[in-house]
C-alpha cells in the first residue's frame, strides 16, 4: 500500500512537473525574441530610460501575450482550432521574427511603421529582392519558423491544454495584443523602440490606419505629379555650341571604379581606355543615399531639405533647355514605375525618350532593363535630336541584385547573398556588375567619338549615390551617410576645344577637391550656356550650388539627409558637410559621429564632438531634431 501511495504522489509529482514545463513553454517564443534582440541591439536597449524603456517592455508584455495564446491554443489535445492556430503561429513566426532578423541583418535596423510606409509602392521590388536574397532570407526566416512548428507538439507531448473554453479565451487575449501592437502610436516611445515582432505589428497597423483615414501622409513619401513653374524664354550665351550628355548610372561607389585614368584599371577598364583625357573629380560626394533625392538635386538644383512644394514646382534641367530650344532626351534603363518616378517625370518635354519597360516588357523594378540594350537604342536615336543638345543617359542595371554577365566575370567568387560570410562574394557580384555595364559606357564613349558630332559634344558622368558592402553593418544605399553610400564618381569628357582654357583650368584645380552634387546642375547648365542668362535669375536665388566651369562652391556647411519631403525615410539617418568634416548619425546610434575625412577617409576614428560643433546645431535646426 505504501509503495502504491509512493508510485502515485510521485507519478503526480512528475506530471506537476510536465505541466509546469509546459506551462514554461508559453514564455519561450517572447524570451527567445527578446535574447535575439539583446544580441543584435543590445547597446541601443541599455540606452533606453524613462518612458522608452516602459514603452519596450509594454511590447515585451503585448508580444507575451501574443505568444502565450497562441502557444496555449495550438497545444490542445482536441478541437478544431488547434490545426489552422498552428499554421497562424508558423506564419506570424515568418513575417514579424523572421523577416525582421533578415531586415537587421541588411539595414541595422528592423521594419517599423516608417519602413512600410515607405514601402507601399514596393511590394514587387521587396518580393523581386527577397527572391534573389532567397538563400541569406531563409537562413534568417527558417530558425523562427521552425521553433514555431514544434513548440505547440512539445507543449502537447509534456501536458496539453485540454479546456475548450480556455483555448476561445486565449485567441480573445491574442486579438487583444495584436489590437494593442497595431493601433498603440509607435511614437510614444523611443525610435524603433519595440520588440522587433511587435514592432512589425505596429507598422502594419499605422499603415492600415493611414489608408482607413486617407491620410495624405501615405502619398507624400513618394514623388508626385510636378507643376513646374513657367521658365519663360531662356537665351543660351556659350563661347561655343555644346551638345552635353548627362551620363549617370545606379548605386556606383567611387572607390569601386578608376575615376582618373589609370594605365592597368581592373574595375572599369573600358571607360578608362575609352576617356583617358576626361576631366577627373575625386572628391565628389552626393548629399545622400537615396536615387529619388540625389536625381532632385542634380535636376533641379535645389537643397533635399526645401519643402515638397518646392520640389514638385522646380523646373528641371529638360525645362530650361526645352525653354532655350535645345533638343532634349531621357534614355533611361530604369523602370519608371519603381517608386512613382514616371509620375513624378510625367510631362517633362523630352524630344526624344525610352525607359526600361519600353526596352524590355518585363525589365525588374530593382535593375531595369538592359543597360546593354539601352546603349544600343541611344546610339540609334540620338542623332535624330536637334542641336545644341541636352541629354539624360541614365543606366541601372548596378542596383541590387546587380545584374552581370555569367560569360564575363572576372571578380569571383560570386553571390547574390547578402548576408554574414558572403561579403567577399556580394562584393565581387557588384564589382563584375560595375564590369558589365562599364563594357556598355566605353562602347558609348567610343562610339560618339566617332559621330560627325563629337567634336562638340561634352559627356558629364556621376552616380546618383553609393553602395554599401557591409563597410558600416549594412548593405546597400539608403540606410546611412558613410563614404561608401555617398561618394561617387564624377568625370568630364570634353574634346579639345569644347571648355575654355579657364573652364579647364577650373576642373583641374577641383581634382582632389571636395565637392558636393549640387554643384551639378549649375555645371549642367554652364556647360548648355544658359548660366548666365537673364531669365533665370528669379531661380538662381534657390539654387545654392555654384558650376564647376568657375570654381564651385565655397566649403560652406550643407546638410546630409536620406529623409526628405519627396522621398520619406525608412530608417532616419541625418549629417552635415562642410569640406572634409563630416557630421552624421543613424537612428540606431546613441549621438552624432564626427569625422575628418581628409585623415580617416575610412570613417574609423571619431573625433571629439566639438570639433564639429559648428555642424550640429545646422543638422538639427533643418531636419527638425536629433535623429536618435
Wanted: aromatic letters at 10%.
Amino acid at each position: 500500500m505504501a509503495s502504491a501511495l509512493r508510485l502515485r504522489s510521485s507519478s503526480r509529482a512528475a506530471a506537476r512537473n510536465r505541466r509546469c514545463l509546459s506551462r514554461g513553454l508559453l514564455f519561450a517564443p517572447t524570451a527567445c525574441i527578446f535574447a535575439v534582440d539583446l544580441t543584435k541591439r543590445h547597446a541601443r536597449l541599455l540606452a533606453f530610460e524613462g518612458s522608452s524603456l516602459a514603452f519596450y517592455l509594454f511590447s515585451l508584455v503585448v508580444s507575451f501575450a501574443l505568444w502565450a495564446s497562441l502557444v496555449g491554443v495550438a497545444s490542445r489535445a482536441r478541437g478544431f482550432a488547434r490545426w489552422p492556430v498552428r499554421v497562424l503561429l508558423a506564419a506570424l513566426a515568418l513575417v514579424l521574427v523572421g523577416s525582421q532578423v533578415y531586415t537587421f541583418q541588411r539595414y541595422q535596423a528592423y521594419v517599423n511603421h516608417r519602413a512600410v510606409l515607405v514601402g507601399t509602392s514596393f511590394l514587387p521590388s521587396i518580393g523581386q529582392q527577397l527572391w534573389f536574397d532567397r538563400w541569406t532570407f531563409a537562413r534568417a526566416v527558417l530558425p523562427a519558423f521552425a521553433v514555431a512548428l514544434a513548440l505547440p507538439f512539445a507543449a502537447l507531448k509534456l501536458a496539453p491544454m485540454r479546456a475548450r473554453a480556455r483555448g476561445w479565451l486565449c485567441l480573445d487575449l491574442a486579438l487583444v495584443a495584436t489590437l494593442l501592437a497595431a493601433f498603440v502610436s509607435p511614437e510614444r516611445g523611443a525610435e524603433q523602440g519595440q520588440s522587433p515582432d511587435v514592432m512589425y505589428l505596429s507598422a502594419l497597423g499605422q499603415l492600415a490606419r493611414a489608408r482607413w483615414d486617407h491620410n495624405e501622409t501615405v502619398e507624400r513619401l513618394h514623388p508626385g505629379a510636378r507643376s513646374p513653374k513657367p521658365v519663360g524664354v531662356l537665351t543660351a550665351t556659350p563661347a561655343r555650341i555644346r551638345n552635353v550628355i548627362m551620363l549617370i548610372t545606379e548605386s556606383v561607389r567611387a572607390q569601386s571604379v578608376c575615376i582618373e585614368y589609370e594605365k592597368d584599371c581592373a574595375t572599369s577598364p573600358f571607360s578608362n581606355r575609352a576617356a583617358p583625357d576626361r576631366f577627373p573629380l575625386t572628391q565628389m560626394r552626393a548629399l545622400d543615399s537615396t536615387t529619388a533625392i540625389s536625381l532632385a538635386i542634380m535636376w533641379s538644383g535645389l537643397l533635399p531639405t526645401v519643402s515638397r512644394e518646392a520640389l514638385h514646382s522646380a523646373p528641371l534641367l529638360w525645362e530650361y533647355a526645352h525653354a532655350a530650344g535645345l533638343g532634349t532626351a531621357y534614355y533611361t534603363s530604369q523602370n519608371l514605375l519603381f517608386g512613382n518616378s514616371g509620375t513624378w517625370l510625367e510631362g517633362s518635354p523630352w524630344t526624344r525618350h525610352v525607359s526600361a519597360t519600353m526596352l524590355e516588357p518585363d525589365a525588374t523594378y530593382e535593375t531595369g532593363a538592359d543597360d546593354g540594350k539601352l546603349i544600343d537604342y541611344t546610339l540609334n536615336d540620338i542623332g535624330e535630336l536637334r542641336e545644341p543638345y541636352f541629354a539624360v543617359v541614365h543606366l541601372s542595371n548596378t542596383h541590387f541584385p546587380y545584374k552581370i554577365d555569367p560569360n564575363d566575370m572576372p571578380f569571383t567568387p560570386q553571390e547574390e547573398a547578402t548576408g554574414p560570410g558572403y561579403e567577399t562574394e556580394l562584393l565581387n557580384r557588384y564589382q563584375d556588375a560595375i564590369y558589365m555595364q562599364d563594357k556598355a559606357v566605353g562602347r558609348f564613349l567610343e562610339a560618339m567619338k566617332r559621330t560627325p558630332r563629337a567634336d562638340h559634344t561634352v559627356i558629364v558622368f556621376v552616380s546618383d549615390h553609393g553602395e554599401q558592402m557591409h563597410e558600416k553593418g549594412a548593405v546597400g544605399h539608403t540606410g546611412t551617410l558613410f563614404e561608401p553610400e555617398i561618394r561617387v564618381p564624377f568625370w568630364v569628357a570634353a574634346p579639345q576645344g569644347t571648355l575654355t582654357t579657364s573652364e579647364e583650368t577650373k576642373l583641374r584645380e577641383l581634382r582632389v577637391e571636395p565637392v558636393t552634387t549640387l554643384d551639378v546642375f549649375p555645371t549642367i547648365m554652364d556647360l548648355l550656356g544658359l548660366w548666365d542668362a537673364p531669365t533665370l535669375v528669379p531661380f538662381k536665388a534657390q539654387i545654392p550650388g555654384q558650376s564647376l566651369l568657375r570654381g564651385g562652391s565655397p566649403a560652406q556647411p550643407v546638410v546630409l539627409t536620406n529623409c526628405s519631403e519627396l522621398w520619406a525615410c525608412a530608417f532616419k539617418n541625418w549629417g552635415a558637410l562642410q569640406g572634409t568634416r563630416k557630421l552624421l548619425a543613424h537612428q540606431g546610434d546613441r549621438g552624432w559621429n564626427c569625422f575628418d575625412l581628409a585623415n580617416d577617409p575610412g570613417e574609423n576614428r571619431p573625433l571629439d564632438l566639438r570639433q564639429c560643433s559648428d555642424l550640429v546645431p545646422l543638422a538639427e535646426r533643418v531636419m527638425g531634431g536629433r535623429p536618435f
